[in-house]
């Protein structure tokens, strides 16, 4: 079966710090990847997506970017946080674009 | 940019009483989904839908994809405390997925 893993759990950095956040799938090849942010009870803002190794597409213009070095590891990164960073970053699958997408279990970032 | 907007956005109410919950844009999907998440976890989906009109009973809760499949409900009977949690559509559109803005719903014993 499939499984997904983010980490950490729980972040808090002080503003400007750099971040890296990662994200892996376990039992599955080649799937969509995606980044969302989630501010406190609201819905997704998708922030990046992939589709294979080395493709990133962003959604929103923003000091974060991020990365895909290998088939089923994705990673949100920023080398300066702002105050306006904090937030839930969820990490998600899908085996293809528009399917049921598979969420992980959060980030939960605070930037002081 | 296809928006899915949800209403109502926050929702509370006693155990035992019904709601509704609806999706609504101005494009066409391919199909709609329903997810719930719980505070500090991630969404998981409930249900998909595909056909416009179709109807899907998952237990309490019933889906319903619009006719023109630009809507959705959500219909819960007899609330539970367990049902509390936030409630997101999302659309399928020219392969991407389309998230709604979510309903956030507290069901109180």
């Known amino acids: 079966s499939q499984t997904i893993h983010q980490w950490p759990a729980t972040l808090v950095q002080p503003v400007g710090s750099p971040l890296s956040l990662e994200c892996t799938v376990e039992g599955t090849s080649n799937p969509n990847l995606y980044w969302y942010r989630q501010a406190a009870g609201r819905g997704l803002q998708l922030l990046f997506y992939?589709?294979?190794?080395?493709?990133i597409s962003s959604e929103v213009p923003q000091n974060l970017s991020a990365s895909r070095p290998q088939d089923r590891q994705f990673i949100l990164s920023s080398k300066k946080l702002l105050l306006s960073d904090s937030g839930f970053y969820l990490c998600a699958w899908s085996v293809h674009s528009g399917d049921t997408q598979y969420f992980g279990p959060g980030t939960r970032l605070t930037v002081l | 940019t296809q928006l899915l907007e949800q209403s109502p956005q926050f929702l509370s109410i006693q155990e035992g009483e019904n709601l509704t919950v609806y999706c609504n844009s101005s494009?066409?999907?391919?199909?709609l989904q329903w997810y719930r998440q719980e505070p500090g976890e991630g969404p998981v989906l409930l249900v998909t839908v595909v056909t416009g009109g179709e109807v899907k009973k998952l237990k309490r809760l019933t889906f319903q994809f619009g006719d023109a499949r630009k809507d959705s409900s959500l219909h819960i009977t007899a609330a539970q405390p367990g049902d509390t949690g936030l409630y997101l559509c999302?659309?399928?559109?020219?392969?991407?997925?389309?998230f709604g803005t979510g309903t956030r719903l507290q069901v109180f014993p």
């Open positions: 494009s066409v999907f391919s199909s």
């Open positions: 992939s589709v294979g190794i080395g493709q």
């Open positions: 999302a659309g399928e559109h020219t392969d991407k997925l389309i």
